[in-house]
């Protein structure tokens, strides 16, 4: 087992003076530590966020407004600015290379910045053909291909307001979310492929798109080679057709607040929240973390395995901010192989290299060994806390001199919390800083600051990154509810958090998934690190059924490694390694087999519906089947097992 806190990489001279975040240090003439740069840009944001516009030079107009007036939730950032997303993301020299593409059938397409901006002028010509105009909404049904970034970049340009959803979400899934925005457009794929298969999608889009009724255009890409079917509306044209006219490239400059796009909370126990990001908010953020924290710029290639219904797309494509080539992949991380992606990345030379954190554990039980990084840099996780063990896999078998960072987010702000930074060592299992600009603490109940032990996640300070509002919410109402409703004027963000006396932090998973055992509390992910090191488990869910003041069941369930089974010799090594581990309070009541452990389309695990499953509600009624990757395994957890 790893101990938490192993040292296991440390920046050498060079890299600290290489750093991007380095030159920004010197340009303010704060040559401290990170903690000081860290505080002054929590307690001075106005200064901060102005040096951030400033350094990187931000395309626009800022206006002669005060930068930040108003506190959360009610915080205006750069009143009387004007700018575009799509005009800071599409400047640059027009021959580097600004997006690669590759699927898992082996196909690969690149674009030059010069290319990139002819097609978005070309679909940004046709969707205004179309009637789109500022603040339209274009919602797109795409896989994570050329096309959709084309689309979003061209959307965004026109002041109009983008939303997408991968095509592996069912019908249902979809419009829960599109029918909130009234989209104009839709944009869609035929189908798609994972795993080696074809998925046709075309009947799923005409239910959808019927469903709709604002729209007055579907755009059919033909994924899988068929151009619109026969009977598709009279309103729908083709991809070429969008973009058959060449025309100038053009950016409707918008206040810092306009929306950008729409993205969504998970859904699977109700409707999904459609969260609304303005465009300033989001440059400004994405330049930020980017740069300093991933330390990209121009001449890195930057690739995270993710599809356009996660947030992790929206900040993939934020390289293009910084001056990355981004790295689009369609297709499945573990086709033909686990070792699928680690082979993408060698191949393309990538500087930095984003995926989830089950996709180390994967790659760490299936004894992948990559070979050929030699240009990698970084490595990113996110999604779910990374144990200790995942850490250590990354120095002793994928590269010994990279950075790996942990980082923690959320859609909800499109970004981290807390994370790396080149100038900081990393430590097993331990998330080296809180992210520049994040004003992170941990909190009890009372709502009093802690450092060394756990406690809520809140964010104190407003950052310009949080939602401008959510869609159909006039009020504010739902807005406050979700975050500001146990601690008045403070972000609290659902996750227990320990921040350590060096400014360092891990985080244990949701506070609304505790282990609270004989007044015990503890995350899931301690639970989670010591189940999922056995060989014999390939997945896990621990479930503590008590309520307010009765203790309840706890209840182990795991899905098994391929010959495995749950013998008595393989439950007692479980009890055992829990009891000394964790406590004796933290030994399961029972432990159940299961085909597979329900998690959402972005590869959450669903500990909060299992629970309500596990306590008397209906499983139709837990969790929305169209939000889940694997809803079928819902009902094995259900007590009349």
Known sequence: MVEEGALLWEPTPDVVRAARITRYMERLGRTGDYEDVWKWSVESPADFWTSIWDYFGVVGTRGDGPVIQGT???AEWFAGSALNYAENALRGHPGRTAVIFRNESGSRWQYSLGELREEVARVRAGLARLGVGRGDRVA???????????????????????????PDFGAPSVTDRFA???????????????GGKAYDRSEVVREIAGKLPTLQATVWIPALGADAPDDAPDTALSWDDLRGESAPLEFERVPFGHPLWVLYSSGTTGLPKPIVHGHGGIVLEHLKSLSFHQDLGEGDVFFWYTTTGWMMWNYLIGGLLVGSTVLLYDGSAAHPDTGALWRLAAEEGVTYFGTG??????????????????RLRGIGSTGSPLPPEGF??????????VQLGSFSGGTDVCTGFVGAVPLLPIRAGVIPCRCLGASVESFDPAGASMVGEVGELVITRPMPSMPVMFWNDPS???YRESYFADYPGVWRHGDWIKILPDGGCVIYGRSDSTLNRGGVRMGTSEFYRVVERFEEIADSLVIDTGQLGQEGRLLLFVTLADGASLSDELTSRLRTALRTELSPRHVPDEIHVVPGIPRTLSGKKLEVPVRKILLGTPVEKAANPDAMANPEVLTHFAPER
């Open 392 to 401: 250590a896999w990354v120095y002793s078998d994928v590269k010994p001199d």
């Open 72 to 74: 959360m939730p009610d």
């Open 476 to 478: 504010g109402d739902r």
């Open 357 to 374: 954190a089950p996709y180390i554990m994967a790659s760490m039980k299936a004894g992948v060994k990559p070979q050929g990084l030699d």
């Open 180 to 194: 909130q925005i009234e989209p104009k457009v839709l944009v869609a794929v035929d189908g798609y492929r994972y």
């Open 140 to 166: 797109a049904y795409v896989p994570n291909i050329p096309e959709a970034l084309i689309a979003f970049l061209a959307t965004a340009s026109l002041g109009a307001i983008w939303s997408s959803c991968s």
